[in-house]
T-cell receptor, first 115, second 113 residues
Framework: AQSVTQPDIHITVSEGASLELRCNYSYGATPYLFWYVQSPGQGLQLLLKYFSGDTLVQGIKGFEAEFKRSQSSFNLRKPSVHWSDAAEYFCAVGGNSGGYQKVTFGIGTKLQVIP | GAVVSQHPSWVICKSGTSVKIECRSLDFQATTMFWYRQFPKQSLMLMATSNEGSKATYEQGVEKDKFLINHASLTLSTLTVTSAHPEDSSFYIC?????????FGPGTRLTVT
């Protein structure tokens, strides 16, 4: 069965500082990997995804993520955080589970941005 | 584009009553819609996948008779929580699209008293 671990439940960074949110996955083959952001009152919005090819993926809002097969990781990064980035971030893995395609989400990391 | 709405955004109901949550794709047709449940400090858990015009596929452990899903049109799926109990209180999220290209609604907060 596929699974996702987001080890940091809550992270606080200063505005303008760099950000890295950790994500580790478990899946037997090459997974499909996603990062979503959820702001209060809003639906989950896709930041970026990895299906194949270049392991460094660029997304919207200045985010990027790197797929590292050897570490089973797909960490999300941003060089300079803005106050509007405060939200909850979900990592997800997609693959074949029980005979059909399925996406499994992590528990989420809540990002707080301080002035 | 690809906007999904949910109604209501929050609802309070009494134990034993039923409540219906609507999920609409506003600017596209959705053959498939997904229903998730999210408990505080937990991840989104897929409850069921609904395909327009056919019966929903429920995940293991989800009671079909308690969580009735209807996907009668290409833009509307509904989730009815029947005979709700306090343990059904949760945040329910729908999405529409394909498995690896889902567009999410803003969620519905259900509180059962």
């Amino acid at each position: 069965a596929q699974s996702v671990t987001q080890p940091d439940i809550h992270i606080t960074v200063s505005e303008g500082a760099s950000l890295e949110l950790r994500c580790n996955y478990s899946y037997g083959a090459t997974p499909y990997l996603f990062w979503y952001v959820q702001s209060p009152g809003q639906g989950l919005q896709l930041l970026l995804k990895y299906f194949s090819g270049d392991t460094l993926v660029q997304g919207i809002k200045g985010f990027e993520a790197e797929f590292k097969r050897s570490q089973s990781s797909f960490n999300l990064r941003k060089p300079s955080v803005h106050w509007s980035d405060a939200a909850e971030y979900f990592c997800a893995v997609g693959g074949n589970s029980g005979g059909y395609q399925k996406v499994t989400f992590g528990i989420g990391t809540k990002l707080q941005v301080i002035p | 584009g690809a906007v999904v709405s949910q109604h209501p955004s929050w609802v309070i109901c009494k134990s034993g009553t039923s409540v219906k949550i609507e999920c609409r794709s506003l600017d596209f047709q959705a053959t498939t819609m997904f229903w998730y449940r999210q408990f505080p400090k937990q991840s989104l858990m897929l409850m069921a996948t609904s395909n327009e015009g056919s019966k929903a596929t429920y995940e293991q452990g989800v009671e079909k008779d308690k969580f009735l899903i209807n996907h009668a049109s290409l833009t509307l799926s509904t989730l009815t929580v029947t005979s709700a109990h306090p343990e059904d209180s949760s945040f329910y999220i729908c999405s529409a699209g394909r498995v690896y290209e889902q567009y999410f609604g803003p969620g519905t907060r259900l509180t059962v008293t």
